[in-house]
């Protein structure tokens, strides 16, 4: 199939980079270009492991081309896959002129029919809106198809290769089939295709990441409550996990969850739901107790210092959302940066992928390091922010050696609280009493 994928990020150059995998022939638009000359440049803009082959892979064999022209694109394709950013705005609503301004090009564009595809999560009713907005710039007639994206970044490739599931929301047979054909090479194991109606599709996608935020936010709730009346999250977690009703993923205490989707998906959820008059209590607080969450960790640096931060050095370990991206969208460390420097502590930090990303928001009023090490080198206290793996298998005598006073908060319990304790360090983790 001929496809153009409008918005080259992180979506879209994975969704580029595994349909043109499966023989596709794919265009990549995006209106960056900066981010397309690098692309041309044979550069890849964003980290995601296993990106960097599936691409040269595509360029390589003439499957996978990029450009800054969605007409150039459009008019190459058949079926156009809508993956622009849909970034939160004040109200908790998505803002969705970048899908409006892409939406009307591809309709200018049009020299026939095209099948749109909505990969962005996009409001509930999205797909009418969509056509709306396209209608007055054609006479060709189109379809637009909702087709959620549930890929996780730092294991995006597989997520896309090797689906849970994928679901498709149209009313019509022919666009079904069109969908179940292109993905049928991802599906071969047996995971299902869901074809359903495309308001279904859309609150679907809403309500995954609501309900995977309500689970992570259950648990740092809970681990709250642990610090205060003992019992340790962790086990608590694993007594938890073995029952099958409930299962293992997204279990976590931590700092908070952050990335460019639970935040803004459960705001956009909560505010189509407000505008119904229907109340989403559950996953309103959800996002309440993430925002408390976020501060937990420096509350409890403030708890230990007395309360005065002022010309201490605290290390961060991690920037990124999560291990392996370099996404720093909503991640708590900025949270946790901003604390420290509201508290006129300094922060010195290391990330092994997001730094630079970090460094574009605060430049030098935060020291990065190249290493974890240097890092810690003198500081006050460490604080494990993001669950890279070097940190989890990090040399403790060398840390202990190298901070001015062997003090850890460890903020996703990367580290045993035994294992700390017996080797002289004070350890606060979350939900470990
Ligand atoms: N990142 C994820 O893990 C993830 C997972 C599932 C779904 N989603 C959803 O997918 C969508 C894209 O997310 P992302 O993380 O890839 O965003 P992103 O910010 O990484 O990429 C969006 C790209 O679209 C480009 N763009 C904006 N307007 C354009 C236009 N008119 N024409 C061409 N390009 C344009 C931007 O320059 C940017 O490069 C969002 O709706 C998001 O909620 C994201």
New binding site residues.
């Given amino acids: 199939m001929r496809i153009a994928i409008?918005?080259?990020?992180?979506?879209?150059l994975v969704a580029g980079a595994c349909f043109s995998d499966t023989g596709n022939d794919v265009i990549c638009?995006?209106?960056?270009e900066d981010?397309i000359k690098r692309l041309l440049d044979g550069e890849i803009p964003i980290y995601e492991p296993g990106l960097e082959d599936l691409v040269k892979r595509g360029v390589k064999e003439n499957r996978l081309s990029f450009t800054t022209s969605?007409a150039d694109a459009v008019q190459k394709s058949d079926i156009i896959f809508m993956?622009?950013?849909?970034p939160p705005l004040p109200s908790g609503d998505p803002d969705l002129s970048?899908l409006k301004?892409?939406a009307e090009?591809v309709a200018r564009s049009m020299p026939g029919y095209r099948l749109v595809v909505n990969?962005?999560?996009v409001p509930i009713g999205s797909h009418k809106t969509v056509a709306e907005w396209m209608k007055p710039h054609t006479t060709h007639s189109y379809d637009v198809v909702s087709n959620p994206?549930?890929?996780?970044?730092g294991t995006a490739i597989d997520d896309f290769l090797k689906p849970d599931r994928v679901v498709i929301g149209t009313n019509d047979e022919k666009v079904y089939e069109t969908m179940r054909e292109l993905y049928s090479p991802f599906v071969r194991q047996g995971n299902p295709i869901i074809w359903m109606d495309p308001v279904s599709a859309e609150i679907t996608k809403y309500a995954c990441n609501s309900f995977l935020a309500v689970r992570i936010s259950f648990m740092n709730e809970l681990a709250q409550l642990c610090e205060k009346v003992g019992g340790d999250i962790d086990q608590i977690r694993k007594g938890m996990s073995t029952d099958h009703r409930i299962g293992r993923h997204f279990l976590y205490a931590g700092v908070g969850y952050g990335g460019?989707?639970f935040p803004?998906d459960v705001q956009a959820l909560v505010s189509t739901a407000t505008k119904n008059d229907v109340k989403l209590g559950i996953v309103t607080e959800a996002e309440n107790a993430n925002a408390r969450q976020k501060k937990h960790l420096v509350g409890k640096v403030k708890d230990h210092f007395g309360g005065n931060l002022k010309g201490k050095t605290f290390a961060l370990w991690g920037l990124a959302f999560k291990p392996n991206t370099d996404d720093i969208r909503e991640a708590p460390a900025l949270t946790i940066i901003d604390e420290l420097l509201r508290s006129e502590a300094k922060v010195k930090a290391f990330d092994p992928i997001a730094a630079e990303n970090v460094k574009a928001i605060y430049g030098d009023k935060v020291e990065f390091t190249k290493s974890s090490y240097e890092a810690i080198t003198g500081a006050d206290a460490l604080l494990v922010v993001t669950e890279w793996n070097e940190f989890k298998h990090a040399d403790i005598q060398k840390i202990k050696s190298a901070l001015k006073d062997p003090v850890v908060f460890d903020g996703r319990n990367v580290y045993d609280p035994v294992k700390m304790r017996e080797n002289g360090f004070t350890y606060f983790g979350i939900g470990r009493s």
Wanted: proline share 0%; hydrophobic share 30%; net charge positive.
């Fill in positions: 409008i918005g080259t990020g992180y979506v879209g638009v995006d209106k960056n981010k969605t993956a622009v950013g849909t970048y301004a892409a090009e990969k962005s999560t994206e549930f890929l996780k970044e460019s989707c803004k």
